[in-house]
């Protein structure tokens, strides 16, 4: 059974910092790896997808990477913003079955101080 | 503009009677799924529809049920059955293809609290 892990569950740093979130699975026999972004209250909002042949991908401030044999993905934010506050989760896609379903971490509330 | 919404943002549910969710998109969207979120978890998987007229369980199905007869409409009905309900409930839909990279967009949520 695949399992997501996301290490740190809090993470508080001051504004300008670049910082690191980390991903890991247990099971590498994914299609694809998401990084999403939820607001309190609110919905999901995708920021990067990874395709399981590819080892990063960027949008804007965001480099999201891939590394399939070692179970593992990280999200890096460059001179992070008040507005980079919120939880993000990562979310792999199930290489078998017909569903090709989401498992989800329980993401890492990231606060960004001005 | 396209997107998912989800009706009500709170709902209140009292013992023994079953809640509907509502859920509608625009995005001409093949598939739609039903997750629920606990405090400090991650999503589970409740139902799944890749099709009108079809549905499937995901990983937390028991207590809950849905109905897929417009593409564009997904409810789920958390039933009594279910006796911890209390919980964040997203909608989200997506392409369905041979391509399993298609992205899932996501509605603003439900948050359903027991009286």
């Known amino acids: 059974k695949q399992e997501v892990t996301q290490i740190p569950a809090a993470l508080s740093v001051p504004e300008g910092e670049n910082l690191v979130l980390n991903c890991s699975f247990t099971d590498s026999a994914i299609y694809n790896l998401q990084w999403f972004r939820q607001d309190p209250g609110k919905g999901l909002t995708s920021l990067l997808l990874i395709q399981s042949s590819q080892r990063e991908q960027t949008s804007g401030r965001l480099n999201a990477s891939l590394d399939k044999s070692s179970g593992r993905s990280t999200l890096y934010i460059a001179a992070s913003q008040p507005g980079d506050s919120a939880t993000y989760l990562c979310a792999v896609r199930r290489g078998s079955g017909s569903a090709r379903q989401l498992t989800f971490g329980s993401g890492t509330q990231l606060t960004v101080l001005p | 503009d396209g997107g998912i919404t989800q009706s009500p943002k709170y709902l209140f549910r009292k013992e023994g009677q079953n809640v509907t969710l509502s859920c509608e998109q625009n995005?001409?969207?093949?598939?739609m799924y039903w997750y629920r979120q606990d405090p400090g978890q991650g999503l589970r998987l409740i139902y799944y529809?890749?099709?009108?007229?079809?549905?499937q369980k995901g990983d937390i199905a028991e207590g809950y049920s849905v109905s897929r007869e417009k593409k564009e409409s997904f409810p789920l009905t958390v039933t009594s059955a279910q006796k911890n309900p209390t919980a964040f409930y997203l909608c989200?839909?997506?392409?369905?293809?041979?391509?399993?990279?298609?992205?899932?967009?996501f509605g603003d949520g439900t948050r359903l609290s027991i009286l």
């Open positions: 529809s890749q099709i009108v007229n079809d549905f």
């Open positions: 989200a839909s997506s392409h369905w293809t041979g391509d399993s990279n298609q992205p899932q967009h």
């Open positions: 995005l001409n969207h093949d598939a």
